[in-house]
Structure formats: structure tokens, C-alpha cells
DNA sequence: CATGAATGAGCCTTCATTCAT
DNA sequence: TATGAATGAAGGCTCATTCAT
């Protein structure tokens, strides 16, 4: 048990040092990103910061690694919700909701993965975690859909191949992510509180399937409830606290 | 008028500043965009090229401005097209899907707008004309849509504020947009044709808002071979052709 | 008595250290030996090999004193072959034949400790005693030519110092080991295997020298086969087997 | 021919870069030599030598090129001496005794080409250089063991192949080098000036391969006279002058 | 105007060494 | 005594930017 201690302190530092990266990444864009000021933020020497992550890429990939797994298991548990596929399919819409205001760089440090040289340099098991979290979440989509589509619910347009669905809900959650990254003026369109443009067309786009919405009365209020209540309810209170608590 | 040549030839060489700049930027990434690369693919002095931009962050900027330029003027020509506004807004998806093909690296340069520190080094008449740009665009957009709303094409779900709709499509184009250009592997839901996806999306969700498709039959790729042929023949034959010609 | 043990167990590692130390640099080259890595290789911690070595250039000049200390005990042994003169310096020459195949690397050590500072940084004690061993190299050597001189086997050249022809036979020896150890393409001038390459122009300079040859007839072979069975059978068998045992 | 004038300066520079490199090896041993290093003491900045040599590795490699090419150069000129083969020879070890005193530092640099990652670092046309120069050192050398063979002035020893005599010189030469380079206290054996220990088993040596010396009585000092006089004398001046000069 | 040599701040990374446990 | 996490000086290299020609 003595090494516990140790371990718990690596831990934690590791979880400091992905934070304060991803505090960088979305306070002061890309190029302050750099293993000095890291280190300086933490109160470490470089040389520790390297011991964690063996280059910068290596971090950068785990940071998509982190936030991605934080994704796919959001996802899990919100397909996991029990009733009507479309219930379950409004979950991951909760879920992905929640999940912008978690780590609202998620995105970014996607993107970042691409234009970097990191997939050349980040370790080869971070790169193959990734691919398989990725797998997992789209067979828990997936899953609904088919449910979805043999409970007679969800009739897809002729032509459409299965996953256009999900690809629709896909783009749709990552171009919210990245207009609402930018420190763009978007005050063109964006008039709604941050999660009512997402989770409107969210809605909207499930509709334009004709994926049927619960019997007759649709309370969308009532089931986002249910859903945060019985899933999501210890992210929802994190959010609702005051930041700096 | 003696100006004059030299004026083509700087504007010439300006064109090719920033095509070249953008094929680097598609083909090899953000680290290999850099002032040197560029001078030395152009075949021209370092010198030359700051004459041209002040910095590299104002290059950056340009290439933003240029393709943004260029999408507004395609989503005004799409406005413009005659026909009820669910034609019209078809007319705006149909130069969505031309413009990916044409720019594809348009919303790498605009993240890496966010990301670098280019709001604060660019030239300022660039950020303005970018807004500008981006106001124009959002006008024409928003037009087809209080025209839909007054012709009773489009009821909008209780609630929901004008623009969200437009939220929802350009949400839609940028993700679609993200996703195409990373190099992720990203076969897991893109079994569809490049377009189609993003096409088969966009109209859905315009079903979702129920805006009324025309007269019973609604007949997508008459309609979309129309606005090709009325609107975007320039364009549509421009990809058509082989890459090299 | 009950530290003899730990003693031993020191002394053990002393030599694990240094052995490692030497497979490093013959291996993968000067770039590759550090503290890290040999701690890791000898599968104990640095701060364990800070013990016996007080610094990265301490434990260079024990590696550097070792061998040195080795290459002086096998020439006192040379020098103590009983035999005229000649015979003597010839078992001297083998020893150095030999010398080259146990420490290959021998001279590249010798050679750190010029380019290194590691003249300032060991520890003054080990330099000492490297000084001591080489003095007593040259003793046993001197003796040899001197015996020479009296006995009327040889005469050196006019002018000729009484030291030339060691300089001859040392600066044969390094120059040998150096070219051997480069890998550097030298098939130009090696077409002979390993050992006669030296061997032979030891003899011709020793000719050269007019020092005389035994008997008439001077038989390389048979005396070289007595000074390894009588002097070098240990050095000469761990040489004959294979490498692995 | 405004240009010569810019490329002079920077040719002048070339040769103020690898001069002072070449300063700091021999004076502070290898660790003293580092590219920020050199940009001070030259007073330019990192990047002017960046521009000059690509990396580290490829400066060591220009040092290396250049003084086997002076070495190359001076031997291939000694061979050209107008006599028998024995003083031809006798004017290559004129050369290396000049070569040494100009370019103290040549095997050093030689022997960090070979524990660095030079080998990998290094421009491939500077290794191709090397290779040609070595070459054509090696030919000029054969020459004149050649024709000393075919004029029956040398009769190798039986056994003994074309280039035993080669190496013997080169490891003479190598092996005094590196001697003469070294920090170490090697007042041991040398007790004579620079050149002579060199010198005097050079040619003892050769006369152990009973290389027929020049007309009953071979005048050493006449030759090398000669030797100076008609082939060497810039290279003779230059060291005789005082240093400072 | 065009050039491209020169600059130097800044970044990533390594590794000898120390010291609290 | 053994450990190995932490340190931070040092070094290699890049690249946006300037300016004398």
C-alpha cells in the first residue's frame, strides 16, 4: 500500500497536466501550447512533464484519448437509458450536450491530431485506444438505430444507407463544437442559450427521419429530466455549480 | 495605364501566394506551412511575398477571407435562384456541397483562425471585410427564410428563434466539412458518396423543420440539375473535369 | 567476515557496471552510454551506480584504468617470458595481439578521456593510479630494450633516443587499434585478417630496428605457439571459444 | 561579378566556421564544440551557421572532408617528387610530418565521426566525398609501392601482402597522431621533438622492409631538404613562422 | 521593387545529478 | 543502502521577420 501514495500523485499530476493543456488550448489558442509553460503552470520542471507524456504529440493524443473515452462512455451509459429507442437516441443528444460544456476543446484537439505531426509521434497504443473507443461508440450508436429501425420506429428514406442517420447527428455535434469554440463573432445565428441551438435541431433532424417521437405527447422538457436525473445527474450538477467551486 | 500590367502581375502573384499556400496546407499540413516553403514554391523572394502580406498570420487571414468571399457569393447566386424558398434553400445546400469540393481546406483555415494567433496579428481591414463577409452571407440566408416563413412554407416549432434553422444547416456544413478533411479514419459511418451524405442531411433536417417540399413530388435531382445548369455551371463544370486540365 | 559477502556483491557490480559501461560504447557508440541506460541494463538504480561511480567521467576513467591495468599486467607477463630479447618484445607483441580482440575498445575509452572533461571531473585518485600503470608499462618495457641494448641484440640508429623504438611500437599499437574500431570502410589497405596486419609490421619494425632475430632462422610460429601456451593460455583460450559460452 | 564578391565573404566564413571549430576540439575537447558555441565566437548568429552547415553532424563531416583532402592533396603531390621510389615515400612522410603540425586535430575529428551519429546526420555528398578522397589517397600511395616493386627496390616479405607496408605507415601515422593529440602526460617515451619520432620509425620501417635506401649512403636530411625546398615549401613556411603571425 | 542573408527568440528534448523516502 | 522522481541547464534546430544591397 505504500506505493498507492506515490501512484495517487502521479495520477493526479497526469490529470494536472492534461488540464492545464487543455486550459492553454482553449484560453490562448495552439501556439501557446508548449511543454515550457506547461511545465511552468504546473509548478514542475519540464523534465517531469516528460516523464508523463514522452513528447508533446504524446500528450496531445492524450488528451483526444481522454476526452474521446469521457465521450464514448457518456454515450454508453445514455444508450443504456431505458425506454423507446427514441428516448434512447434524446439521451445521446443529452449526452453530447453535456459533453460540450465538459470540454468544450474536445474538438479542437481532434483537429489538432490532424494538422500536427502527432500521428507520427504520439505513442502507437494511444492511437489504437483511440480507434477502438471510436468503434465502441459508434456500435452503442449503431445499436439504437437498429432498434430503432426493428421496433418499427424509424423508417429510413429509401436509398439512405444505415448510417446516415448518424452521420447526420455526428456533423451536426461537431460543427456545434467548433463554431462554439471559436472565438469567432457567431452572434449572426446563435440568439439560443448554448445547448437549445444543438439539442433544437438535434430534435429537428430526428423528426426529419420520422423517428417517432414517444406517444403522442412528446414532453421534451419532462424526458430531458428523466434522462439527467437517471443518467447524467452527477455531470449535470458539475455544471450547474458555480465554475470556481 | 502603364500601371496597369504591373497591377495583373502583382494581383496574379498574389492569387498564387495563396493557392500555393493552400495546397500546402492540404496536402502537407500546418507545419509545413511557412514563409520560406512558400517563397521558394513560388519562385519568388521571401521579400516579395511580405510585400504581399505583412505577416504570415495576414496571409492566413486572406486565405479565410478569399474562400469565405467566395462562399458568400455562392450562396448569393443560390438565393437568387428562382422558385419558392425551399428551392432556393436547396440551391444554398447544392453550393455547399460544390464549395467542399472546391475549398476543401476552407474550414482548416478558419480553425486554424481560432487556434493561431491570428485574430491578433492580421491586418485589421482583413478581420472587417471578413465580417462583412460573413454578415452578407448570413442576410441572404436569413432572407430565404423569413421568405418561407411569410409564404407559409416554413412554420418554425414553437420556441424556436428565427435563426435556428440556419444554425442547424451551417452546423451541419461545418461538421460535415471537419470530418471530411481529417485524415481519421473515418470509414465508420461514411458509406455514402462524398455529397450524398452531407445532401441527404440537409435535406432531412429541412424536412424535420417540415418546410414544405414542392408541388407532391418533390423531385431532388431535377431540381439540383437545374440549379447546376442555372446557377453553378461555371463551378460544376470546373470539378467535373480531370484534376489536371 | 559477514561483510565479505556484501563486499564481493560490490565488487560484482563494479564490474557489471564497467562491462556494461564498454558493450554500450562498442555497440552503439558513445551517444548511447548513459547513466540511464546503464542503470536500467545492469537492472539497479542510478542512484546504485552513483555509488560506485561518482560521476558519468569517474566512471569512464575506471573503465579507462582497467583496461589499461589489464594491457600492463599482460605486458609484465610478456616481458617475464624467458627467452632472448627479441623473443621477449615478440610475447609483447602478442600481448597486444591478443590485448586488441579481449578490449576492442580500449583506445576508444582512452580517447573520451581526451575529448571528454573528463581529465577534470574524475576522480584525481583514478588518474593517479592510471599514471602509475603506465609508468610501470614503460618499466617493463624499457627493461626489454635496454636487455637489448646490453646483451648487443640491438643497436639503435645514431641520434635515435633510447625511447624510439617503443614510440615505434606503441603508436603501431594505437594507430591498429584505432583503425580497427572505426567503421569506416579501411577494406582499402586490410586484406589480412585481424592480427597480422599489426603483427607483421611489429616484426618489420623491429627488423628495421636491426634487433636481432634468434637463431638464424627465426620461426614466428613456433615461438608465438610457446608465448601463448607458456604466458597467454588463459587470454588465448577465452579468445578461441565461441562467443556465446 | 557583383556576385563573387558575396560569395567570397561567405566562402571566408565557410572557412572561419570549420576554423573554429576545429579550435575548440583541439583546445576544449569535444564537449566544448556546439553550434551555439560557435555562432558566438565567430559573431554571427546560430542561423548564419545553419545556413553554412545543415546540422551538428554535417560540420563535422565538412571537417573531416576537408583535412583528408589537404592530406590527400600533400600526398599526392609527395609522390610526384622526382626520384627513386624510396625518396617518393620518403616525401609522403615529409607530408604527414607537415600534416600533423597544421592540422593537429584531423584524426580527432576523423574518430568523432565515428562514435557520433555522423554517419547518419552527415549531407550523403559529403560521406561520397570522403570516399572518393580516401580513394584516391590510397591510389597514390599504391603507386609508389608499385613501382618500387617492379624497380626491385622493395621485395615484400614472403606472405606479405601489397598493402601490409600501407598499413604499417598508416598506423604509424594514425597511432602518433592520436598520441600526440592526447592531453595525457605521455612524456613517457617522448623525449624527442614532434616530427623526429614519427620520422625516425617511419623510415626504420621502410628499412625493415628493406626498401633499397638511396646511393650507399642516404643522406636523410638532404632529401628531406630537397623535399621541402621543391614540393612542401608553403606549407614549410607557414609552420615556421610564429604563430601569432 | 526584389532579393535572400542574417537574425535570434523560442521550442523540443536529453541527461547528469541530487535527495527525500 | 537502494531507489527513482524531480530537476534544470544545456543543446540542437526552426522560422518569422528585417534590411542592406
Known amino acids: 500500500m505504500a506505493l498507492t ?10 490529470q494536472l497536466i492534461r488540464d492545464t493543456a487543455r486550459q492553454m488550448l482553449l484560453g490562448e489558442g495552439y501556439h501557446a501550447l508548449n511543454m515550457d ?3 511552468e503552470a504546473i509548478e514542475y520542471s519540464k523534465g517531469t512533464v516528460y516523464q508523463h507524456y514522452s513528447s508533446k504529440e504524446d500528450l496531445i493524443a492524450a488528451l483526444a484519448v481522454e476526452t474521446c473515452a469521457k465521450r464514448t462512455a457518456m454515450f454508453q451509459r445514455a444508450v443504456g437509458f431505458r425506454g423507446r429507442p ?5 439521451a445521446v443528444g443529452v449526452a453530447d450536450r453535456l459533453f460540450v460544456d465538459l470540454y468544450p476543446e474536445h474538438f479542437k484537439v481532434e483537429h489538432l491530431m490532424d494538422m500536427d505531426t502527432v500521428f507520427d509521434k504520439a505513442s502507437p497504443d494511444k492511437l489504437e485506444k483511440m480507434h477502438q473507443i471510436k468503434d465502441r461508440m459508434m456500435d452503442a450508436l449503431e445499436g439504437v438505430v437498429r432498434d430503432a429501425v426493428e421496433a418499427g420506429d424509424l423508417a429510413l428514406p429509401e436509398g439512405a444507407p444505415h448510417c446516415q442517420v448518424l452521420y447526420g447527428l455526428w456533423s451536426l455535434s461537431v460543427g456545434h463544437h467548433m463554431i462554439r469554440t471559436a472565438p469567432h463573432r457567431t ?6 442559450s448554448d445547448g437549445e441551438a444543438l439539442w433544437g435541431n438535434y430534435n429537428v433532424l430526428l423528426d426529419g427521419y420520422q423517428w ?3 406517444s403522442g405527447e412528446w414532453d421534451y422538457r419532462q424526458t430531458v429530466q428523466r434522462i439527467l436525473e437517471e443518467v447524467f445527474w452527477d455531470e449535470h450538477q458539475r455544471l450547474s455549480e458555480p465554475a470556481g467551486a
Chains 1, 2, 3, 4 share one sequence.
Not at 187 to 192: D, L, M, R
Open 5 to 14: 501514495r506515490k501512484q495517487r500523485e502521479v495520477a493526479q499530476r497526469d
Open 37 to 39: 509553460r506547461i511545465a
Open 86 to 90: 427514441r428516448e434512447r437516441i434524446a
Open 187 to 192: 452572434e449572426h445565428f446563435i440568439k439560443q
Open 212 to 214: 417517432k417521437p414517444l
